[in-house]
């Protein structure tokens, strides 16, 4: 399994309002996710408008497809990098 920080910054045109209206249905899934292993630590700087999630995947479709089922995907604009530990870390 691959480590990966996906940034995912909220476009443009994304309202206060649509943002909240699926908060609920995005800690649901976010929740499943976290319970399989899939994500990890999710941080919000709303001031900027953009979330970090970390993500685990055994490449980057699948975590494309792990990322697009939640809901609140479809209102952000995503980038992934792939993560390494640290230099000395165990891996």
């Excluded at 908060?23 to 499943?32: G, H, R, S």
């Excluded at 479709?61 to 870390?89: H, N, Q, R, V, Y």
Aim: charged share 25%.
């Amino acid at each position: 399994m691959n480590s990966y920080m996906v940034v995912a910054t909220f476009k443009d045109e994304v309202t206060q309002d649509e943002i909240r209206e699926l908060i609920p249905a995005e800690q649901a899934q976010a929740k499943v996710l976290e319970e399989k292993g899939m994500l990890g630590v999710i941080k919000v700087a709303m001031p900027r408008r953009t979330v970090f999630i970390e993500a685990f995947a055994q490449d980057e479709s699948e975590l494309a497809l792990t990322i697009a089922s939640l809901p609140l995907a479809k209102l952000w604009d995503l980038e992934f990098f792939a993560t390494t530990p640290p230099a000395g870390a165990s891996a």
